[in-house]
Every structure is written in C-alpha cells, then in structure tokens.
C-alpha cells in the first residue's frame, strides 16, 4: 500500500525498531480513520519548520479516544503549537465540552485557527497566550477550579514537568486523567548518560527521568507508561 501525500512517515516520533510496521499502523488504523479537518492541520503542519513538535498521528488517535471513554467535557492542554492534538480533543469533545489552551506563542496556533474554525469546534477553545504556570497558580487561587477538570494533556516546556504535576494534581478532578507526552524521550531514557543527543534532549532527559520516578512514586494516581510516540504517561487522579 502506498503512502498519501502529505502523510507522516516513521521517524524520530515512534520508538518501534521497524519503520515498516510503524507505517502499517498508520496505514491500516491511523489514517483510515482520521478527519478531514484533522488531516488537513497535519499536513499544514509538516510543512513548518519545527513539525516535529507537533503530536504524531497515532497518539492523536489514542487521545481522541481516551477522551472519548473517559467522558471528558472540561480540559486543559499545555503546549499547543499549531493545534493538531487540541483540534482532536476539541472534536471528541461535546459541543458544550471546553479546552483551556496555553501556548507560549500564538503565532503557531493561529496556523492552525483557519482548520479549527471550519471544522466547527473553535467555540470549545479558550486559547491563553504566555506561561502556564501562572495560568495554573491563578486557577488554585481562585479556587473555583480545583478538581473540576476532566483531562490534561501536557507537551511543552519539559523543565517543568514536574511543577505542572504539582498543580495539576490539584485540578483534575478524582477520577480524571493526566497525559504527559515525551516519556521516553526517544528512548535515551534507558541509555547511558554519555548518549548521543542534541544538546537539547540532553538539557531536557534529566527533567524527564525526575517526572517518571516521580509519577512512579505518586500514590495519589494510577499510571500507565505507553510506548506510543515518544511515550506518553497517561495518569489517573485517585485520591
């Protein structure tokens, strides 16, 4: 079978050893599946210099249908880039369903605003632009928010990882989930300290390796650590 234009070959964002089987995944249940609208703003988004940010096709799906089981209506995502996954979530949510989107740049997200508005689902987007932290802080502040967020996706900014689990923990509701993309941070995770990466992924790594042991050791969440993508932990709020 033949790869469409436009359409996401294997690379840095799959952790699988072959680029064949990574492809039948998208070929076979990936691509079959996904909206117009959806990839429509994924081929708009390779295009940009820095595609690869952008979540990979197969976790989106898996987002659209995490959303979906768990029932979802008020979220937060941190990291928004040119909207590809906060397009998804928006679609899985009901019409009512809501997204507070915070994004240091604004100049990406409106790449994608044209698609979103078209694809009818603009209205369940608060897009907030400058740091999250704040953001959060003001939210525990007020207090009106605590516990009262369904889901949390969050890809961005992974010096602060674990701050945004600090404060998230408090804002998801019991029973409401957390998603922390990157977990595995292309595998070097595992490696040995001395790996070859960008001085960028290495700047990051020890941030990634404090969030896992952390997450491991958080008794107030259940935890699933997936090889999807770059890996992403997907946390549920106990207690």
Known sequence: MGVESGEQKAGPK???????LYQYILETSVYPREPDSLRELREITAEHPWSFMAASPDEVQFLDLLVKLIGAKNTIEIG?????????TALALPDDGKILALDIKREDFEIGLPVIEKA??????????????????QLLEEGKSDGSFD???????????????????DLVKIGGVIGYDNTLWYGSVAGPP??????????????????NEFLAADRRIEICQ????????????IS
């Not at 799959?14 to 064949?20: E, F, G, K, N, V």
């Not at 889901?151 to 923990?169: P, Q, T």
């Not at 001085?199 to 390796?209: K, M, N, S, T, V």
């Not at 997936?226 to 709020?237: A, F, K, N, Q």
Request: proline share 5%; net charge negative; glycine share 4%.
């Open 80 to 88: 928004v880039f040119t909207g590809y996954s906060l397009l998804a």
């Open 120 to 137: 009818g689902v603009a209205h369940k987007i608060d897009f907030r632009e400058g740091p999250a932290l704040p953001v959060l802080d």
């Open 226 to 237: 997936l090889p999807v993508s770059d890996g992403i932990t997907v946390c549920r709020r």
């Open 151 to 169: 889901f949390v996706f969050v890809d961005a900014d992974k010096e602060n990882y674990l701050n945004y689990h600090m404060r998230l923990i």
């Open 194 to 211: 001395d790996a070859s990466l960008s001085d960028y992924a290495l700047h990051c790594r020890p941030f990634i390796l404090e969030l």
């Open 14 to 20: 799959s952790l699988l050893r072959s680029d064949a």
